[in-house]
């Protein structure tokens, strides 16, 4: 019986092992080896994944997380007039076990292609912007606080303390001005008493 048994398991082992193909229908979860770039890219260039996940196919079989896909890169298109750029890629091979099954894709979602140094710089850039805005903010509102302990009230003639004309109104200030009636574009501030 035992021996039935073990015959039976490498049949069914060899069947798998047989297997030249992915079935239809089978979603593979791929993570991109490297990025891609349309500037840099041509048809035909070879393109690599990893699985990140086991896979079950219908016969039981799995793919484990780690197998390689390899494709290549179809079409380029570069970006013109302000659009997007093209890139169309296949992968056409999934190396299972030191066994290359062939394979015929289509793209269902894409989660991200941009680099990680590229997300990195765009991170760094939103957090600064957002610092840079945070600190300007406060740095008005500790102006009008100053200005209003000495009996200087600007929020009457101009919305933005750090616009132009508020500028120019502090500008005036600083060298000693008490009264900018007579100036363009002063809003015709009297300072004092």
Do not use: Y
């Not at 030249?20 to 993570?31: C, E």
């Not at 659009?83 to 299972?96: C, H, P, W, Y």
Request: include cysteine.
């Amino acid at each position: 019986m035992k021996t039935a048994l073990l015959s039976g398991l490498l049949f069914l082992a060899a069947e798998l092992l047989g297997q030249n193909s992915i079935p239809a229908g089978t979603i593979l979860p791929l993570r991109l080896n490297s990025s891609l770039n349309s500037k840099k890219s041509n048809p035909g260039d070879i393109v690599t994944a990893r699985l990140m996940q086991d896979v079950v196919l219908p016969s039981g079989e799995k793919i484990h997380a780690g197998s390689k896909a390899v494709g290549h890169v179809l079409e380029v298109v570069a970006a013109k007039n302000g659009g997007g750029a093209k890139l169309s890629l296949q992968f056409d091979t999934l190396e299972v076990s030191h066994r290359r099954l062939s394979m015929t894709t289509n793209l269902r979602a894409l989660i991200s292609m941009m680099e990680v140094g590229e997300q990195r710089t765009w991170r760094n850039m939103t957090r600064m912007k957002l610092q840079l805005t945070r600190d300007r903010v406060r740095l008005q509102s500790q102006m009008e606080c100053l200005l209003e302990e000495m009996r200087i009230k600007l929020s009457l003639v101009v919305s933005n303390l750090l616009d132009a004309s508020g500028l120019r109104i502090l500008r005036a200030l600083a060298e000693g001005e008490t009264e900018l009636a007579d100036r363009p574009h002063s809003g015709g501030v009297i300072f004092g008493d």
